[in-house]
């Protein structure tokens, strides 16, 4: 199964939408400027896109006996990202593939935008994600093969991890050993049976989730619906 790997920000921005996809259309990228989009599709409510940036590497190299030489190589930062029109001034932003920094992606938004835009990224809380997508009537059959909890309390000043592995369901299991205890979820790994298909996704707390196709829409339903629920 190919899976993706997302991270979700929640936007505000005061522009409307079509304002939104005509600055990304009349950024194209150019090696003049090397940061630009190549937008793909336009949908009512969304805009696929792929962010576009040449960076130039300049190495110093001291050869053995004390010349310096300057090495320029070129390096692309290339990756997908989704817009979507939630509600009036309120968006979501979809990356594929996160790269170390978004700096530079995030800055030239802000600038196409001139200033009317605030993102932040989105946490999971990872049993809340879990327990809300079992309730989709499309899932059938589950199970949890990992999980990773930390902030375990063992007494009044001590603390612990543990990382579970499971052919059936760690989910339970941790909860049968430490239901009457403090913890925070930090990962959940589980296939499932959803549509008569078998999807699998992994749910991190830092926001990352890694799911097959089919799971893209449920997962994007439970973001949209905690961030709304969030800015009200």
């Not at 199970?143 to 007494?155: N, R, Y």
Request: hydrophobic share 40%.
């Amino acid at each position: 199964m190919i899976q993706n790997r997302q991270n979700w920000f929640n936007v505000r921005c005061d522009l409307p939408f079509r304002s939104i996809i005509n600055q990304l259309n009349s950024t194209p990228y150019n090696e003049s400027t090397n940061i630009g989009f190549d937008v793909l599709e336009i949908n009512p409510k969304r805009l696929f896109s792929r962010y576009i940036e040449r960076q130039i590497i300049i190495e110093e190299l001291r050869h053995p006996f004390g010349a310096l030489e300057k090495i320029n190589s070129t390096k692309y930062v290339i990756f997908q990202f989704e817009v979507i029109h939630i509600n009036n001034d309120f968006f979501l932003i979809k990356i594929l593939n996160l790269p170390q920094s978004l700096k530079n992606f995030v800055n030239t938004l802000s600038g196409l935008f001139h200033g009317d835009f605030f993102i932040s990224r989105i946490g999971i809380d990872v049993e809340d994600c879990f327990n809300t997508l079992l309730q989709s009537d499309c899932i059938t059959r589950f199970s949890v093969e990992k999980l990773i909890a930390s902030c375990i309390s063992f007494g009044e000043k001590t603390m612990a991890s543990i990382n579970l592995k499971s052919s059936d369901n760690a989910y339970n299991e941790f909860k049968k050993r430490y239901k009457k205890t403090q913890y925070k979820l930090d990962k959940l790994m589980m296939t499932l049976r959803f549509n008569d298909e078998w999807e699998s996704i992994e749910i991190s707390s830092s926001g990352l989730i890694i799911c097959t196709a089919g799971l893209d829409k449920l997962v994007e339903k439970y973001i949209a619906k905690k961030e709304l629920t969030t800015i009200k």
